[in-house]
């Protein structure tokens, strides 16, 4: 099946401080999503984003779908950023997610 | 987006019985559905898809008959999970697709 890997796996940041979590996919896929799983364990939707950049507030996402990558842009982080951070991707018709990357924002 | 809710929360039991968790999407309807287990620290393995009026599809390694999934509408699927053990002990999430996925908020289940 297809391999996702995530980059770093932990992280520890400054309040402020901007940071880039990446994304490798071994093959194609049709849809591609990121998510941030609070403390309490409910995954957010941050962005359903198989090709091109979007952006939503001091987030914002790039897949290029040709070289099997995504990065997730976080600037100005906050305390409230905390937490993992999941890639997901979709082959055909379901999900499949990488390792996470696990995010502390120090205040 | 869409709401996906599950329940319940979490559940206690004691080794050798049997939970049902339910999965609903609360503003859309779903003929598919999946299930996925997390341990802690880890990440998310789907366990089965779930089909609205048919039989669930259970990913490699998954016991079929230890985990009962049921779609019997467009907005509900259930899991069982039969006789359970402490090695069940997990949080299982499920998710729904209108247009992207949408997940649940998860059960957390501890089997003493």
């Known amino acids: ?107 | 987006g869409a709401v996906v809710s599950q329940h319940p929360s979490w559940v206690i039991c004691k080794s050798g019985t049997s939970v049902k968790i339910e999965c609903r999407s609360l503003d859309f309807q779903a003929t598919t559905m999946f299930w996925y287990r997390q341990f802690p620290k880890q990440s998310l393995m789907l366990m089965a898809t779930s089909n609205e009026g048919s039989k669930a599809t259970y990913e490699q390694g998954v016991e079929k008959d230890k985990f009962l999934i049921n779609h019997a509408s467009l907005t509900l699927s259930t899991l069982t999970v039969t006789s359970a053990h402490p090695e069940d002990s997990s949080f299982y999430i499920c998710s729904a697709r209108s247009g992207e996925q949408f997940f649940g908020p998860g059960t957390r289940l501890t089997v003493l």
């Open chain 1, 1 to 107: 099946g297809i391999q996702v890997e995530q980059s770093p796996p932990d992280l520890i940041l400054q309040e402020g401080a901007n940071s880039t979590l990446r994304c490798n996919f071994s093959d194609s896929v049709n849809n591609l999503q990121w998510f941030h799983q609070n403390p309490w364990g409910q995954l957010i939707n941050l962005f359903y984003i198989p090709s091109g950049t979007k952006q939503n507030g001091r987030l914002s996402a790039t897949t290029v779908a040709t070289e099997r990558y995504s990065l997730l842009y976080i600037s100005s982080s906050q305390t409230t950023d905390s937490g993992v951070y999941f890639c997901a991707v979709d082959p055909g018709n379901m999900l499949t997610f990488g390792g996470g990357t696990r995010l502390m924002v120090k205040p």
